[in-house]
């Protein structure tokens, strides 16, 4: 299963998210549901590098799945907190459809 868990502040303002392991949705190479959450979450994280600049720190390992990033301003640009509203309603999607067995997306408050 792949855990999504995006924290917010007291004030509903986007701090970090994390991503961790697979979908095992399907064999390695043919797991759309591992597919489309990597596809949203790696091209979140480029969005918000290149196209608003946003100050993030990104770790990531593709063996285990895991995917941390961390917002190094403490407000977001309108712009990144958009992507990241993109993101979180792109997983809740992946989650109703394919169910928690496979996508469990979690918001917590730092």
């Known amino acids: 299963m792949t855990e999504i868990t995006i924290y917010k502040n007291k004030a ?7 991503c961790n392991g ?3 949705y399907a064999d390695y190479g043919q797991d759309i549901v591992c597919a489309a959450i990597s596809v949203l ?43 990241m509203d993109s993101l979180a309603l792109g997983l809740s ?7 928690k067995k496979h996508c469990k997306l979690t918001f917590k408050e730092v």
Not at 93 to 99: K, M
């Open 12 to 18: 509903g303002e986007y701090r970090k998210f994390t």
């Open 22 to 24: 697979h979908a095992a």
């Open 41 to 83: 979450v790696i091209n979140t994280v480029n969005a918000l590098e290149e196209v608003t600049k946003e100050p993030i720190q990104v770790e990531a390992d593709e063996t285990t799945g895991r995917i941390y990033c961390i917002f190094l301003r403490q407000s977001l640009r309108e712009t990144s907190v958009a992507l």
């Open 93 to 99: 999607r992946i989650e109703a459809q394919y169910g």
